[in-house]
Nanobody, 123 residues
Framework: QVQLVESGGGLVQAGDSLRLSCTVS????MGWFRQAPGKVREFVAA????????YYGDPVKGRFTISRDNAKNTVYLQMNSLEEEDTAVYYC????????????????????WGQGTQVTVSS
């Protein structure tokens, strides 16, 4: 059973930064999604298995950065200039059998999900 372990969530103020981590083994194409109260889960960012390709949802472009360290089996989501609208539970997801450079931005493209980590941004 593949297990994704997320960490790094918390309570911050608007304008602050936060970094989420997701550890999973073996290596997969990865993505981050989020779900705010009363809203559907939305795509945040994705990174290919090899790490050379990334893709972002419009609300976070220019503020969030996804990266990975395959030696540590860890994917990161660096979140800068946080806004109240970023408040949500953040989930990492893994896609098995992905080709080296492919990224996935649809929920249905992912096979494994983490338990979620809460990010709360106050004004």
């Amino acid at each position: 059973q593949v297990q994704l372990v997320e960490s790094g969530g918390g309570l911050v103020q608007a304008g602050d930064s936060l970094r989420l981590s997701c550890t999973v083994s073996p290596t997969y194409a990865m993505g981050w999604f989020r779900q705010a109260p009363g809203k559907v889960r939305e795509f945040v960012a994705a990174i290919s298995y090899g790490g050379m390709n990334t893709y972002y949802g419009d609300p976070v472009k220019g503020r969030f950065t996804i990266s990975r360290d395959n030696a540590k089996n860890t994917v990161y989501l660096q979140m800068n200039s946080l806004e109240e609208e970023d408040t949500a539970v953040y989930y990492c997801a893994a896609k098995r059998g992905a080709s080296y450079g492919t990224i996935y931005y649809r929920e249905t493209g992912y096979d494994y999900w983490g338990q979620g980590t809460q990010v709360t941004v106050s004004s």
